[in-house]
């Protein structure tokens, strides 16, 4: 499975650790920058990660800057994208099972490494229930 991510400069060094993680479970990584601690703009990171999730050129996405809320507003900007704000494991379980959330987000500033990997591998592990789910889902796609 390939797992696309993107920061802007609040989560360089999460997203270094995240990448090792995923690496060595075995995942795919693309990695869509920032590389760099200048200062930059999270919205342009949250489009290349959602880009790379609808033209499937990964899978899934991670999306990181230093509270996670402005690049989660920035990948719920393209259409198709599910992008969920987490920071426990339970709400990563959840929105893979309730919501088919497609692009995970998080905040740099908010949480350790440590957490982040428990709450992507969860995010990972957890499977879609569909069911009575899916048409949910599926009214989030009418805008
Ligand atoms: C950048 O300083 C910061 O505003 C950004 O990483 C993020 O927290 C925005 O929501």
Same mark, same amino acid.
């Given at each position: $499975? @390939?797992?696309?991510?993107?920061?802007?400069?609040?989560?360089?060094?999460?997203?270094?650790?995240?990448?090792?993680?995923?690496?060595? @479970?075995? !995942?795919?990584?693309?990695? #869509?920058?920032?590389?760099? %601690?200048? *200062?930059?703009? !999270?919205?342009? !990171?949250?489009?290349?990660? *959602?880009?790379?999730?609808?033209?499937?050129?990964?899978?899934?996405?991670?999306?990181?800057?230093?509270?996670?809320?402005?690049? *989660?507003?920035?990948?719920?900007?393209?259409?198709?994208? +599910?992008?969920?704000?987490?920071?426990?494991?339970? *709400?990563?379980?959840?929105?893979?099972?309730?919501?088919?959330?497609?692009?995970?987000? $998080?905040?740099? +500033?908010?949480?350790?490494?440590?957490?982040?990997? $428990?709450?992507?591998?969860?995010?990972?592990?957890?499977?879609?229930?569909?069911? +009575? !789910?899916?048409? +949910? %889902?599926?009214? #989030?796609?009418?805008?």
């Amino acid at each position: $499975m @390939k797992i696309a991510i993107g920061n802007d400069h609040g989560g360089v060094q999460l997203k270094q650790a995240l990448k090792t993680h995923l690496i060595a @479970k075995g !995942y795919e990584v693309l990695d #869509l920058g920032t590389n760099s %601690v200048a *200062s930059t703009d !999270y919205p342009i !990171y949250g489009q290349k990660v *959602s880009e790379a999730v609808i033209n499937q050129a990964a899978d899934l996405g991670i999306a990181l800057c230093g509270t996670g809320i402005g690049i *989660s507003i920035a990948c719920n900007k393209v259409k198709g994208i +599910r992008a969920a704000l987490c920071h426990d494991v339970f *709400s990563a379980q959840a929105t893979r099972e309730h919501n088919d959330s497609n692009v995970l987000c $998080m905040g740099a +500033r908010v949480i350790g490494d440590g957490l982040a990997c $428990m709450i992507v591998d969860t995010w990972l592990d957890a499977i879609y229930q569909g069911g +009575r !789910y899916a048409q +949910r %889902v599926a009214l #989030l796609e009418k805008g």
